[in-house]
């Protein structure tokens, strides 16, 4: 069913079509006591054979959501893919329709026919629901319990139309989801309180239709890369590949500064062209604003390279071949200038913090990292000391590889910041099975505490979110009530 050829359908990427649930879980060591609340996770499991797999992506699989419900020392698993209208179309119709989406098509879509929207970049709980986004349209509801899609639009009462970034942010002071959304270069950020109900909004025009995954924000600003990954609806519909590279359109990058109450935006230019991947986060000293993240050197091929067919056919090697590397960036809104640097050499994907610190300042953070990986993307966790410039890692060796992002998951009562423990889900190459692996994160690189054994192999996926006891059992009430 699946091509031999494409990484991105196999091994750890390999699709998981069955869905269901398994309870008390193996698990070697202890959970601890206190760790009580729900990991969810998405990702990628394409259900159909794409049209032509030599061009599928990565990044167009269906949305499938993984939960590890944590109570009393015990584990339960539950998987279900989001049933997206996309999805149900070919579900009707016995086959993939809409694949090629990153690499192209060899003829356009069909009439009247939009991009499918995927819904499998990252998962949270808001507003006592289970949100799934992916950047092409708003989120999709789903039973926090079940994972049962009751919803296609979650459009916040209304207020929100159309794509929606996949990477909202949570002010930690009040609970305010913070997201954007941009359609061919015009982002239009919202504030929303923690019941649905949008209280601010802006827009600012970024002047091309820059590819805009990621974002921070800190006590006063939302801040966006402009860089010259281009994403032009025209191409999509059209059948060509959906991000291109193009210097032609911009030769630098620069940042847009958002202030988040008045609307005013500063703009600094960049000294160089690079992507981003994902910002770890932003935080305010004085008149400067201190960002982390990773950078690419490109994302995309250039319009030159779509030009003739790709090196033995591999539609995904202008992807694959991309190394992430962590950097920080220091913007002097008094100067407009911008300082960068290289954090550290270890590469690596997926950064992560402890969301308590979101748009405060940090001390640690948390990636997957992508040294030596060979054929699979990550090989292993990093955790960084910005205070000290420390790097430490974790590999737990043998047959164990390829962790998803790791999840921080907050002590109760802890006032450390790295007080608590990260949640993963590790491939078992030789069983073809995953593990739910939970780390001390103050012991970052000792055994782990605790390894929960699944019945089957997790898809390498994107983003997750933790949920605890508290905030779970209100959301699940909240769903049985809706019964």
Known sequence: MWDPANMFLNGPYAPWREQGEAFDLEIEGRLPDELNGALYRIGPSQFYGPEDPSRYHWFEGDGMVHAVFLRDGRATYRNRYVETAGLQLEKQQGRAIFSGFMNGREKPLPADTFPKNPANTSVTLYDNRLLAFCEADVPHELRPDTLETVNQRYDFNGAVVGPTTAHPKVDPTNGDLLFFGNIDGTVTWYRADRHGKVLDRHTLDLGVPTFTHDYVVTADYAIFLVNPSMVRIEDILAGRPSTVWELETLETCRWAVLHRRTGEVHWIEAPDAFAPTHFLNAYQDGTRIVIDGHRVDRFGPTP??????????????????????????????????????QVTDLLGEFPQINEQRTGLSHRYGYYATTRGAGDWFTDGLAKHDYLTGDTSMQTLGGSLTSPSEPQFVPRPGATAEDDGWLLSIWWDAA??????????????????????????????????????????????????DAV
């Open 431 to 480: 069983t073809d099975r995953s593990e739910v692996v939970v780390q001390e994160a103050q012991d970052f690189t000792a055994v782990p505490v605790a390894r929960i054994k699944l019945n089957h192999r997790v898809p390498l996926g994107f983003h997750g979110s933790w949920s605890d006891a508290v905030e779970l059992d209100a959301a699940l009430g909240a769903a049985r």
């Open 304 to 341: 030159e390279e779509l030009e003739s067919p790709p090196p033995g056919g591999d539609w995904n090697h202008w992807f694959t071949k991309m190394v992430s590397t962590p950097w920080r960036w220091e913007l002097n809104l008094a100067t407009r200038t911008v300082k960068d640097s």
